[in-house]
C-alpha cells in the first residue's frame, strides 16, 4: 500500500488503504477541523519531532469497553487505601507536558511534541479532549488524556511518577466513561500493559463500525471538571 501525501485541504483517504503497519498519510497540519475528522474517521497522528505529521489507521485495533475492565486484586487494595487524589480536567496541559517529560527522561522518542501539546491544549479549551490527574501529597503522580467524540474515547497516553498511579487513573477513567454509558475507549496498539486490564483486539473494520455508532450518540462535549471518588473497585 502506498502512503498518501496530505495537502491543505481538510480530507483523508479511507482507513483500509493504510499500510500493513497502519501507516495511512503523511502532512497536513494539527488542527482543531483536521484532528476532529481524523478520529470520527478512527485515523490518529504519530510521530517524531523530526518527521512530518504521519497520520495511522492499524488494524487490528485494541479497545477496551469500560464495563470490561478487569482490576488486579493487589490494584484494589491500593486504590482502597485512598493514597492518591484522582481528579478530571483539572491540569490538562500538566498531563500532556508530564507525558512528554517522563519519555525524555526516560531517554525514549516522543511524539507529543509542542505542536502536538499545542493541538490538544486547544481541543482541550473547546471541550474534546480531557485528563486525569492523580495525586499524591498535593503532587503530581500519574495521570493520563485522550479525545472524547460521541461515546468513544480516544486514549492517547499516560505517565506516572509514582508506582500505580497511572493504573490509578485509567480505572478512574472507565468508570466514569461507565457512567456516561461510553461504548468504548480506543487504545489504539497493543500492549500487555492495557491487556491485562481486559483491552483486546478487533479488526479495524469492526472497530470503525462501532465508532460510527457511537459518534451518532449525544456528545459529551463539556468539561469533565471533578473530584473522583471510585464505586466499583
Not at 483517504?13 to 484532528?35: F, M, N, T
Not at 493520563?144 to 460521541?150: F, P
Request: charged share 25%; proline share 4%; hydrophobic share 45%.
Amino acid at each position: 500500500m502506498s502512503v498518501f501525501l496530505l495537502s491543505d485541504k481538510i480530507i483523508f483517504p479511507q482507513p483500509y488503504l493504510a499500510r500493513r503497519d497502519g501507516l495511512l498519510a503523511v502532512g497536513g497540519d494539527l488542527s482543531e477541523k483536521r484532528l476532529l475528522l481524523a478520529y470520527s474517521m478512527g485515523i490518529f497522528p504519530w510521530f517524531s519531532d523530526e518527521d512530518p505529521v504521519m497520520w495511522w489507521s492499524p488494524d487490528p485495533r485494541l479497545v477496551l469497553y469500560p464495563e470490561e475492565i478487569r482490576v488486579s486484586k493487589s490494584l484494589k487494595k491500593i486504590i482502597k487505601k485512598g493514597l492518591f487524589h484522582v481528579t478530571m480536567d483539572m491540569a490538562f496541559e500538566q498531563v500532556i507536558t508530564s507525558c512528554a517529560q517522563i519519555r525524555l527522561q526516560n531517554n525514549e522518542r516522543t511524539w507529543i511534541v509542542k505542536d502536538m501539546i499545542d493541538a490538544y491544549c486547544k481541543l482541550h479549551e473547546s471541550g474534546f479532549a480531557h485528563s486525569v490527574e492523580v495525586w499524591y501529597e498535593g503532587k503530581p503522580a500519574g495521570g493520563l488524556y485522550g479525545v472524547s467524540l460521541g461515546k468513544c474515547f480516544f486514549g492517547e497516553s499516560m505517565f506516572t511518577r509514582i508506582s500505580n498511579a497511572s493504573k490509578v487513573a485509567f480505572v478512574a477513567l472507565a468508570e466514569h466513561l461507565e457512567a456516561l454509558s461510553f461504548d468504548i475507549i480506543d487504545c489504539q496498539f497493543a500492549t500487555e500493559h492495557l491487556i491485562r486490564f481486559g483491552a483486546r483486539q478487533i479488526p479495524r473494520n469492526h472497530f470503525l463500525k462501532q465508532l460510527e455508532k457511537s459518534l451518532k450518540k449525544k456528545e459529551v462535549n463539556q468539561a469533565w471538571k471533578k473530584t473522583v471518588s471510585f464505586v466499583k473497585s
